[in-house]
Nanobody, 118 residues
Framework: QVKLLESGGGLVQAGGSLRLSCAAS????????MGWLRQAADEKHELVAT???????KYGDSVKGRFTISRDNAKNTVYLQMNSLNPEDTALYYC????????????WGQGTQVTVSS
């Protein structure tokens, strides 16, 4: 059974940086896409960034130029480097992984809280 474990969240001052990590275990096939979504209080889920197995990336408009997503396929791990954080980035950040083998399977982590103080 595939499980995702996030780490790296915490409290940081505005203008600071954090690096999130998400490691997948129990993977039986190659992971196609990995990424991050976030949900602030009383808000909908928002795409943060995704990365395909070949390294192609996509970012949400609000984080472009500040956040960088990367992955280590050998370790089934995805990273999110977050720079120039502001209070609007405060949210619960979820990692996800998508495996396509004739069917599409998606897996989610429990989330890691990021809080940015002004």
């Amino acid at each position: 059974q595939v499980k995702l474990l996030e780490s790296g969240g915490g409290l940081v001052q505005a203008g600071g940086s954090l690096r999130l990590s998400c490691a997948a275990s129990g993977v039986d096939f190659s992971i196609n896409a990995m990424g991050w979504l976030r949900q602030a209080a009383d808000e909908k889920h928002e795409l943060v960034a995704t990365i395909e197995r070949d390294g192609a990336t996509k970012y949400g408009d609000s984080v472009k130029g500040r956040f960088t997503i990367s992955r280590d396929n050998a370790k089934n791990t995805v990273y999110l480097q977050m720079n120039s954080l502001n209070p609007e980035d405060t949210a619960l950040y979820y990692c996800y992984a998508k495996i396509i083998t004739g069917e599409i399977r998606e897996y989610w982590g429990q989330g890691t809280q990021v809080t940015v103080s002004s």
